[in-house]
């Protein structure tokens, strides 16, 4: 009775990032129904996400995302997809197929799909390997600056992948004021992912998370960041090893599909998914049968497995232990005489930094004492005429420090609006100066910026139906059409 209860316990489980388009729209849906249930989190994965499950259903249930993930495609990645969120994920890298980016086949992409992701039906859609707008850590921290600028209720986090050096990687993401960082194991793998990656490609997480949370509290910023696992994981006692090993939070991808009826039979790169879960024909869809009772009641059993092992051990609750790796023990196998060589250290001794927390201590870890020209836009009336609907026009003066200028009005406009935004021109704001990174990102419809002078990198970054317009300076010596990078 002493043991935190499985209700709490299940909050801090995630349905992996799974996208509709390598999952049925049923299935999707349902994972997500089943985990909202619960106050848990299911990740839409890459592709966008149904406007239609932005209102609650007639029963009360939520069919969409708490996460929303923003992949190197950026299908689907629009303002009010951004404002829906309560938290944002970066996807850099899949455990399962590392350094590979992804691809949604041709037979794959229905007329649904097509219109989720901006596209059109029947094309291949591919994500590259990189994101091409992050080359370095300092444009990592740009984008997660974008994020938190058009939504700023958000948390933002960046999923990474389980292998030597994610230590350094990790730091850099906390460096960036990410507010939670992913280490994503190789034992994953859905339906975008090929099989010869499932099987051949990527690291164990628990390697990549006993490095993270060693290099985080050596430096004094574990309690920046929140540290997420995900990849493979399937019990209680998967849970409780990483928690042990500094995870805070729990990413269970494919043993959700099995909750609802995946049968393991890898064909969902074919369209073939003979029980509706991975496919999107018609007549194999009509074959799914999952539910969100069959999700809840799976996560409640890994709960209270989690809650038999924390009482053995002599826990309260799951703060009590995260970091804490000197409670695992090594389990040599006489069958197998060549683990005797296995150097664990790493996985064995707690992190060491001399008296720094060994979790999450910060809410946010947002950027301080940041001040958005959007903000000052907004106080000044732009506000009340977005909420109403109203004409605005206005000038103002733009410096290179004013980093994604139009961003949270973007978010404004979709939060009150969605994605069809206002009537053309409706916002029109006119800029002097050099703007910083990122202007005009995600600019919604309805916004017209116009800029007398020059930008810097990013302008026009995601652009949801808003308009940019960008002039030399009043007497420049050049043609700006001859300064396009």
Known sequence: AEVEPAEEIRRRFISSAMSLGALSPEAHATVAMGMNRMGARSNSGEGGEDGAHYRPLPNGDRADNRIKQVASGRFGVTAEYLVRAEELEIKIVQGAKPGEGGQLPAHKVTDLIARLRHSVPGVSLISPPPHHDIYSIEDLAQLVHDLKTVNPRARVGVKLVAEAGVGTIAAGVAKAYADYVLVAGHNGGTGASPLSSIKHAGSPWELGLAEVQHVLVRNGMRHRIEVRADGGLKTGRDVVVAALLGAESYGFGTAALVAVGCAMARQCHLNSCPVGVATQRPELRAKFTGTPEQVVAYFTFVAEEVRAILAAMGARSIDEIVGRADLLERLDRPETPRSAMLDLSLLLSPA??????????????????????????????????????????????????????????????????????????????????????????????????????????????????????????????????????
């Open 352 to 485: 060491e930094g001399g008296g720094e927390p060994r979790q999450r201590t910060l809410a946010r870890n947002d950027r301080p004492g940041f001040a958005a020209l959007d903000d000052e836009i907004l106080r000044g009336g732009l506000a009340d005429a977005i909420d109403r609907g109203a004409p605005f026009a206005a000038e103002y003066a733009v410096r290179n420090h004013h980093l994604t200028v139009g961003g949270r009005i973007a978010g404004r406009i979709a939060a009150r609006h969605g994605d069809e935004g206002l009537p053309d021109g409706a916002v029109r704001l006119g800029f002097t100066g050099t703007a910083g990174q990122s202007f005009g990102a995600f600019a919604a419809a309805g916004m017209r910026l116009e800029l007398a002078g020059e930008a810097n990198d990013y302008v026009g970054k995601g652009l949801s139906g808003g308009t940019i317009a960008i002039r030399p300076f009043a007497g420049a010596r050049y043609a700006g059409a001859g300064h396009l990078k």
